[in-house]
């Protein structure tokens, strides 16, 4: 028969630290890198390669110049610091021609409107990516889009100020019909208004009041567009307008309604069918012939519309998918506390959809944002091929190589990690559900 | 629970109709849930509907909110009938209030934002004056100091009891409970169940499914069984247990009292 002494604690144990040897980097390394025979072989190899691409690169890079005036200048400055034998990046050609990665071949003197655009953009998206700052910041966002065309292609004032008045039109149509005819109804209504506005008033009426009123920036051609200016513009326009677009595709897809949801599903199958160069291509050929010949669609609309719905394909898929994690339960109570079906849309399953999908999405967006390096193949001067290629024409840099890639995939990359950066951290900022 | 606690003054069963249902059929594809199904709910009623696991009892009372449709015959509730009409649909739902098995709160929003959002969007209340409502009701199921918490961060029965005062600050005249308590652990089916009891002392409507036999008996006023989509029988509550007249209704209580 075993004994037993009674006992009571009577003092609480304070928090002590863990021994040594089982914290630190030591721990970690142990932990991470050499945890057997296996994971210990694979760290080694991965250190031997490791080591073998930096002994290349690194005096590669080092190397570098960047005072010269040619490629052939660089290479003898190289060869005079470090030996015939040493190879060197020339980035003389990135401080030479960085404006023309950053602006194609919009004119010098008007650098400041592309970067003015610039940094208003940064302010209209903070109040959407930031929850924190001022509502009342919404407005300005929602007046950027027009500022930010007539800064870019200058023109009238008016013409921008018609296009608002088309969707001041829309609002209107749709505020006096939406509670007899409901949403989509007065929706659809109200779209044709601001069609028909635009198609048949906007021309003659900004004409007629930029003859009365003269306020006007130079215009600036499509075809000067170029460098990270273009791939910003098609990219952050495909952006903002895919997401919506894919929100009401994918609703469209689970509607009850028959039509809608064939026409829904049939979009996004046949987009997400065809290669985007495709689509390109179909933007800058085939619409011509099908547009009378007098309509001047400028190429970058076009091209942006394109990119647009094929965005909005895949995202509508990725949102497709987050709308069939939510519990049943969810649309259930939304219904029994009576909100119609926007109500609950808006307010109980998109809010949770998105979130779910937000790295679905996000990946989508860094998909588009290097897909616009594509239109290099309609004859646009994307940063990547583009500008290279014209960058390489010049007797000066001719045969230069890596150091364009390098400088444009670098600046890809900043702006790509960013997003990701970015959407890792809503993610945590809205999570609430404590799981 | 013991009856004698429980304040039956105001629990006065009036002679005005809240629900009426007339020869109700339902089917799922080619299998008939509920077959012809008559009932008449007075206001002030408090009713409990028990049976068997898949005898329709949630597919009933979700035919009364329109969450499910009915195929044939009349349901009426306050006066409104069910019918494809989504005016009366939204109408009939923002008078009845229901409560889940799961809870079901908007797990991205905080319980005050849960309580409050459907009086601003659906009753078109000022924020305001909502969030004042929301509160009082949260103090009555006596957790006002979780307001700015999110669902995630409350127990099962705390979360039950929100979903209990979301439903109230929609001032519903008829509650609809789906099993209420048959998630939540013992301990919590208590706060629950006492919560249910001091809304049915108010004069509630309730229609109740539940296997909380005590509380069927401490407050109901009738008691629904029910098995393969039919109503079996129907009793106030003394009779119903100690008297029962089928032999389905015999077994039943037999296998859950029983032991
Ligand atoms: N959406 C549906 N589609 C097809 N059949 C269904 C559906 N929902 C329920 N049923 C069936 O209808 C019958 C009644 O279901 P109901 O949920 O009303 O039962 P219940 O009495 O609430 O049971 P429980 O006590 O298990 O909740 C069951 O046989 C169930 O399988
Ligand atoms: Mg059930």
């Known amino acids: 028969m075993t004994e037993f002494t009674p006992f009571v604690r009577t003092d609480m144990l304070e928090q002590r630290e863990p021994p040594a040897g089982q914290r630190g980097i030591i721990l970690w390394a142990r932990e991470n890198l050499f945890s057997g025979p296996m994971n210990t072989a694979l760290s080694l190899i991965g250190l031997v390669v490791i080591l073998w691409l930096a002994s290349h690169m690194v005096p590669w890079l080092l190397h570098g110049v960047w005072n010269a005036n040619s490629l052939t200048e660089c290479r003898e400055i190289i060869t005079a610091t470090w030996g015939p034998d040493a190879t060197g990046a020339c980035w003389a050609m990135v401080r030479e021609r960085w404006h023309q990665y950053v602006f194609g071949f919009y004119p010098m003197d008007l650098y400041w409107r592309p970067t003015l655009a610039f940094v208003l953009m940064l302010v209209a998206i903070a109040p959407i990516l930031y929850q924190s700052l001022p509502r009342q910041m919404m407005w300005f966002t929602a007046l950027y889009p027009f500022v930010c065309y007539w800064l870019l292609w200058g023109g009238t004032i008016w013409a921008p100020v018609v296009v608002l008045m088309g969707f001041g039109l829309f609002a209107l149509v749709f505020r006096l019909l939406v509670s007899g005819l409901g949403v989509p109804v007065s929706a659809g209504l109200g779209l044709v208004a601001a069609a028909a506005w635009w198609l048949l008033v906007q021309t003659p009426l900004s004409a007629a009041i930029h003859s009365v009123l003269p306020v006007g920036l130079r215009s600036v051609d499509s075809d000067q567009f170029g460098g990270f200016l273009l791939s910003i513009v098609i990219g952050v326009t495909a952006i903002a307008a895919s997401l919506p677009m894919g929100i009401l595709l994918a609703l469209g897809r689970k509607s009850d309604m028959m039509l809608v949801r064939t026409l829904s599903v049939g979009f996004i199958e046949f987009i997400r069918g065809v290669p985007l160069i495709t689509l390109l291509f179909t933007a800058s050929l085939l619409l011509q012939y099908f547009l009378p010949p007098e309509t001047n669609f400028d190429i970058i609309l076009r091209v942006i519309i394109l990119v647009t719905l094929f965005a909005a394909a895949y995202i509508a898929e990725v949102i497709r998918g987050g709308l069939a994690a939510l519990p049943r339960g969810q649309y259930e109570a939304a219904d029994a506390l009576g909100l119609d079906y926007w109500q609950a849309q808006r307010l109980i399953i998109m809010p949770q959809a998105l979130k779910i999908s937000i790295p679905g999405i996000v990946s989508s967006f860094i998909g588009l944002f290097k897909d616009t390096t594509l239109v290099a193949f309609v004859g646009l001067q994307d940063p990547l091929k583009g500008i290279t290629a014209v960058v390489r024409a010049d007797i000066n840099w001719k045969g230069i190589y890596w150091e364009p890639y390098i400088f444009a995939g670098v600046i890809f990359f900043l702006i790509c990690f960013g997003m990701s950066r970015y959407s890792m951290w809503l993610e945590r900022k809205l999570k609430t559900d404590h799981r | ?259």
């Not at chain 2, 199921?141 to 109230?168: C, F, N, T």
Request: hydrophobic share 40%.
């Open chain 2, 1 to 259: 629970m013991a009856e004698q606690a429980i304040d039956r003054s105001k629990m006065m069963v009036s002679d005005e109709v809240a629900i009426q249902i007339n020869n109700m059929n339902k089917w799922y594809g080619q299998f008939h849930v509920l077959r012809d199904v008559n009932m008449t709910v007075y206001k002030g009623e408090r009713i409990v509907i028990c049976g068997p696991s898949g005898s329709g009892k949630s597919t009933l009372i979700r035919c009364i909110n329109r969450l499910e449709e009915h195929q044939a015959g009349q349901i009426v509730v306050d006066g409104t009938e069910l019918t494809n009409d989504l005016k009366n649909i939204d109408k009939v739902r923002s008078e009845v209030g229901m409560v889940f098995q799961h809870f079901n709160l908007f797990p991205h929003l905080t319980i005050l934002e849960n309580c409050t959002l459907a009086p601003i969007w659906v009753r078109k209340i000022p924020k305001r004056e909502a969030e004042e409502t929301a509160m009082h009701f949260l103090s009555k199921v006596k957790i006002p100091d979780q307001a700015h918490k999110y669902p995630g961060q409350l127990s099962g029965g705390q979360q039950q009891r929100v979903a209990i005062a979301r439903s109230l600050c929609m001032k519903p005249r008829i509650m609809l409970f789906d099993e209420p308590t048959s998630a939540l652990d013992p301990e919590m089916i208590k706060e629950v169940l006492d919560t249910m009891i001091e809304l049915a002392e108010e004069g509630m409507t309730m229609l109740c499914v539940t296997h909380e036999m005590g509380f069927a008996q401490a407050v109901a006023n009738r008691v629904i069984f029910m098995d393969k989509g039919q109503i079996v029988e129907q009793n106030e509550p003394r009779e119903f247990f100690n008297n029962p007249q089928s032999e389905r209704t015999k077994l039943f209580l037999s296998q859950i009292l029983g032991h």
